[in-house]
């Protein structure tokens, strides 16, 4: 399951930063379907984390450490950032039509808003892969995890 | 300890490099743009292509400076029309059309996406080439701010669990 995890979590850090220039890599149509996808692929990073998000969620101000808070904090941030990113990418999409989703605004309104949200979430993204290094650390130590001593 | 050194400057250098790209991305000022809706709303009306900040003056150079140095001929023929030259009029000679297409160059070559020009292949709403492209220098600058964060916060943890250590005498592990 970990390894599992890992590969996601590479697969969301290498798509994240490709879409992070629409004309870097395959051009506009894969920014926009990649950038639709990725949701779905951080729900499931997170799903995968279900039982510490519970765990955290119910004892937020009581039980919970410092450290786990920050994180769930962080985790939320993240959240709010990709809803952004991905609800302001839907009014300026222009190979896939979305005309049927009426958001109101002027396209500038939410082009600012995508390009601002998708560079402090990166920021966020960041400061996330740091606070988990050592978790990203402990993958790489196979042997380790091939013997079961990684749970 | 030669492991930590290595660790130590590959670090630096990560963070050096997110430093620049900070500044070649124009990180901040795009990040906190979301903060300044109204004023940014107001600036980009208009303006329609692309959604990013061209350089300043450069409405002015495709208006006025070129109706003031367009032959005699030429320019009251745009008065009578009632309109500004464009760069992609054909009346305009070929010495300030090579001009303006050695700015939209120049525009392309300082590596960021904001708005390009249409002889460029590329300007904004619309111009997105389509086709197979793969360039990925902008993913590397992006790809340093981020690399660049991810070690600072790996060392202010290091630095706040070391802290905490000598002060409880152990360390909160998530």
New interface residues.
């Given amino acids: 399951m970990n390894i599992f995890k890992f590969f996601l979590s590479l697969s969301l ?1 290498i798509v994240m ?2 879409l ?10 894969f920014h926009e379907w990649a950038g639709l996808i990725i949701g779905i692929f951080f729900i499931l990073h997170k799903i995968l984390d279900w039982g510490w998000i519970k765990k955290v969620t119910l004892g937020f101000f009581r039980k919970s ?4 808070r920050f ?1 769930y904090a962080l985790d939320v941030l993240l959240l709010a950032g990709l809803i952004l990113m991905i609800l302001s990418g839907i009014p ?1 999409a ?1 190979t896939i039509d979305f005309s049927w989703f009426k958001l109101g605004g ?4 939410w ?3 995508h ?3 998708s ?2 979430t ?2 966020l ?3 996330h ?3 988990h ?2 978790w990203v650390v402990q993958r790489f130590n196979f042997k380790r995890i091939r013997n079961g001593e990684e749970n | 300890m030669v492991k930590k050194i290595s660790c130590l400057i590959i670090s630096a250098a990560i963070i050096t490099a997110g430093y620049f790209a900070l500044g070649k991305l124009n ?1 901040w000022e ?6 300044s ?1 109204n004023n ?2 107001q600036r ?2 208009g ?1 329609g292509r692309g ?2 900040e061209r350089p300043e003056g450069f409405r002015e150079r495709s208006g006025r400076q070129v109706m003031r140095e367009l032959p005699d001929s030429i320019r009251a023929r745009f008065e009578a029309e009632g309109r500004r030259p464009m760069i992609r009029d054909r009346n305009i000679p070929d010495s300030l059309r090579r001009q303006f297409r050695q700015d939209g160059v120049e525009r392309i070559d300082r590596g960021s ?1 904001e708005g390009r020009t249409r002889d460029g292949g ?1 300007r904004g ?2 111009g ?12 590397v600058w ?2 340093a ?10 060392y ?2 290091k630095a706040y669990c070391l802290i905490k250590k000598r002060r409880n005498g152990k360390v ?3």
């Fill in positions: 850090t930063l490709l992070m220039d629409p004309r870097s890599f395959y051009g506009i149509s450490t410092g450290r786990a994180n300026i222009r002027s396209p500038m309104f082009r600012v808003m390009t601002s949200s560079l402090i990166l920021v993204f960041g400061i892969l740091g606070l290094w050592n | 990180y795009r990040s906190v743009r979301i903060f809706m940014t709303d980009f009306e303006r959604g990013f996406f590329d709403r619309g997105f080439s389509g086709g197979k492209k793969i360039n990925l220098m902008n993913v992006f790809l701010v981020f690399a660049s964060f991810t070690v600072i916060t790996v202010l943890d909160n592990i998530r």
